[in-house]
């Protein structure tokens, strides 16, 4: 892995139980966000979901 996220990983296993549940909840969010960003993005491109 690289030294960041071997840092981010570090930090994460640091976290309270209450930090990871914000940390998870907040991560989340920014998953799909990023995923129905893409989805738009290809969808207005003209790309088809495979399967």
């Known amino acids: 892995m690289t ?4 840092e981010i990983e570090n930090n994460i296993k640091q976290m ?3 930090q990871l549940k ?3 909840a ?10 129905d960003k893409q989805i ?3 969808a207005a491109s ?3 979901q495979a399967g």
Request: zero cysteines; glycine letters at 4%.
């Open 3 to 6: 030294r960041k996220i071997d």
């Open 26 to 35: 907040w991560y989340e969010d920014f998953d799909s966000s990023n995923w």
């Open 16 to 18: 309270s139980p209450d």
């Open 22 to 24: 914000e940390f998870r």
């Open 46 to 48: 003209g790309k088809r």
């Open 40 to 42: 738009e993005e290809d």
